[in-house]
Nanobody
């Protein structure tokens, strides 16, 4: 089994930055795709950012384009989400996900980390 654990969440004022990390452990599998999702209170989970684990073109939700950056450190089995210019609408629980293929559903999920942006 593969375990994913997020860290780096917390409270920040509007305009500030946070860097989320997602550390993978457990069974070694060939992971192709990575992503971050978020779920705000009373709302459905939404895609935030994603891309190939080994690098290449990443893609973002319109609401975070230009402010968030997804990256991976394969030597450390870690995925990051750099979040800049945060605003209150970014408040949510953020979860990372990995999948074995470049497309299709995500196979592994973390428990999530809370991000709270105060205005």
């Amino acid at each position: 089994q593969v375990q994913l654990v997020e860290s780096g969440g917390g409270g920040v004022q509007a305009g500030g930055s946070l860097r989320l990390s997602c550390a993978g452990s457990g069974r070694t599998v060939s992971r192709k795709g990575m992503a971050w999702f978020r779920q705000a209170p009373g709302k459905e989970r939404e895609f935030v950012a994603g891309g190939p684990v080994t690098g290449g073109t990443s893609y973002y939700a319109d609401s975070v384009t230009g402010r968030f950056t997804i990256s991976s450190d394969n030597a450390k089995n870690t995925v990051h989400l750099q979040m800049n210019s945060l605003n209150a609408e970014d408040t949510a629980v953020y979860s990372c996900a990995l999948r074995l293929g470049f497309t299709g559903p995500y196979d592994y999920w973390g428990q999530g980390t809370q991000v709270t942006v105060s205005s």
